[in-house]
Nanobody, 120 residues
Framework: QVQLVESGGGLVQAGGSLRLSCAAS????????LGWYRQAPGKQRELVAT???????NYADSVKGRFTISRDSAENTVYLQMNSLKPEDTAVYYC??????????????WGQGTQVTVSS
C-alpha cells in the first residue's frame, strides 16, 4: 500500500506559477512511475505528466513547454512546476503512483487531490 500526500495547490492569476509536490510513503514494491492527472468540473480525469524511475517523462500536449515534472527518488517525491498558467488549467490535480512487483503485477495509487484555480 502506498500513501500519497499532495501539497502546493491554490489560487493564482493567469500567467503565474505554482509548484505541486507529492510525497509517497515507503513501498514494499518498486515505484515504477509517478505522475500527475487533473480533473476539471464536468470533465474526465486526464493525464498531465508522468515520470518513470528511469526519468523518462511524458506530457499532455496542452502543458508541454509550460509544466515540468521532476522526481526525487531518495525521498520518493514528485514535483510539478507549472508556469504560464491559464484559466483552462483550473482543476483538481491528483498525484498517481504505479508500483510493480517482481512478477510484473502493477498497482495504481492515487492522492486525495489538490485544487488549482487560475483566474483570468
Amino acid at each position: 500500500q502506498v500513501q500519497l500526500v499532495e501539497s502546493g495547490g491554490g489560487l493564482v492569476q493567469a500567467g503565474g506559477s505554482l509548484r505541486l509536490s507529492c510525497a509517497a510513503s515507503r513501498s514494499r514494491f518498486s515505484i515504477n512511475a509517478l505522475g500527475w492527472y487533473r480533473q476539471a468540473p464536468g470533465k474526465q480525469r486526464e493525464l498531465v505528466a508522468t515520470i518513470t524511475s528511469g526519468r523518462s517523462t511524458n506530457y499532455a500536449d496542452s502543458v508541454k513547454g509550460r509544466f515540468t515534472i521532476s522526481r526525487d527518488s531518495a525521498e520518493n517525491t514528485v514535483y510539478l512546476q507549472m508556469n504560464s498558467l491559464k484559466p483552462e488549467d483550473t482543476a483538481v490535480y491528483y498525484c498517481h503512483a504505479e508500483t510493480i512487483t517482481p512478477l510484473g503485477t502493477r498497482y495504481d495509487y492515487w492522492g486525495q487531490g489538490t485544487q488549482v484555480t487560475v483566474s483570468s
